[in-house]
T-cell receptor, first 114, second 113 residues
Framework: SAVISQKPSRDICQRGTSLTIQCQVDSQVTMMFWYRQQPGQSLTLIATANQGSEATYESGFVIDKFPISRPNLTFSTLTVSNMSPEDSSIYLC???????????FGPGTRLTVL | KNEVEQSPQNLTAQEGEFITINCSYSVGISALHWLQQHPGGGIVSLFMLSSGKKKHGRLIATINIQEKHSSLHITASHPRDSAVYICAVRLGNYGGSQGNLIFGKGTKLSVKP
């Protein structure tokens, strides 16, 4: 299995500011994903982080709001830009495992925007 | 209608009780995942199923592909089982982004001592 760490684990931010969340995996993985879980809602895929190229964003999510970097096969960052209270959510990093259909999740970053 | 429906939304049980959480889906899938989310937000993968039944300790997961239904059972429940249990399906034709999962809203389980 893959062990995933995220930083920070939680943060409280002011409206209009930006926060960068880091995701580190203990092994090289081909596919990394960023999810959002708004209060009381199910997880929603924000984007697939691609190593060496621009991330692939899902409908409703744009690069200007959620810029993503993936400089290598073990690390990625998600930035939540120009935050508003509606961005208050848990943000989760996830990776595809080596075996078919396997997927692992990180511990999450709980973000509160005031 | 959501593509993945879970029931119940909330469940309170006494320690030692047998617990069942249900998941129904409306799309063709290649696999179904049961996940456990703790209060801090982190998610642990419990099972991945494409057919039949799997058992791990006190947890049992079953899936009926024809009926598009899966159940998660917890035997001899314990307060440490208190968490949100999430059902997620992977589309059979990888519709949308490759690797995308569709998640249910989760079942919040509370086991009282």
């Amino acid at each position: 299995s893959a062990v995933i760490s995220q930083k920070p684990s939680r943060d409280i931010c002011q409206r209009g500011t930006s926060l960068t969340i880091q995701c580190q995996v203990d092994s090289q993985v081909t596919m990394m994903f960023w999810y959002r879980q708004q209060p009381g809602q199910s997880l929603t895929l924000i984007a697939t982080a691609n190593q060496g190229s621009e991330a692939t964003y899902e409908s409703g999510f744009v690069i200007d709001k959620f810029p993503i970097s993936r400089p290598n096969l073990t690390f990625s960052t998600l930035t939540v830009s120009n935050m508003s209270p509606e961005d208050s959510s848990i943000y989760l990093c996830s990776v595809k495992g080596r075996y078919y259909n396997e997927q692992f999740f990180g511990p999450g970053t709980r973000l509160t925007v005031l | 209608k959501n593509e993945v429906e879970q029931s119940p939304q909330n469940l309170t049980a006494q320690e030692g009780e047998f617990i069942t959480i249900n998941c129904s889906y409306s799309v063709g899938i290649s696999a179904l995942h049961w996940l456990q989310q703790h209060p801090g937000g982190g998610i642990v993968s419990l099972f991945m199923l494409s057919s039949g039944k799997k058992k791990h300790g006190r947890l049992i997961a079953t899936i009926n592909i024809q009926e598009k239904h899966s159940s998660l059972h917890i035997t001899a429940s314990h307060p440490r089982d208190s968490a949100v249990y999430i059902c997620a399906v992977r589309l059979g034709n990888y519709g949308g982004s490759q690797g995308n999962l569709i998640f249910g809203k989760g079942t919040k389980l509370s086991v009282k001592p």
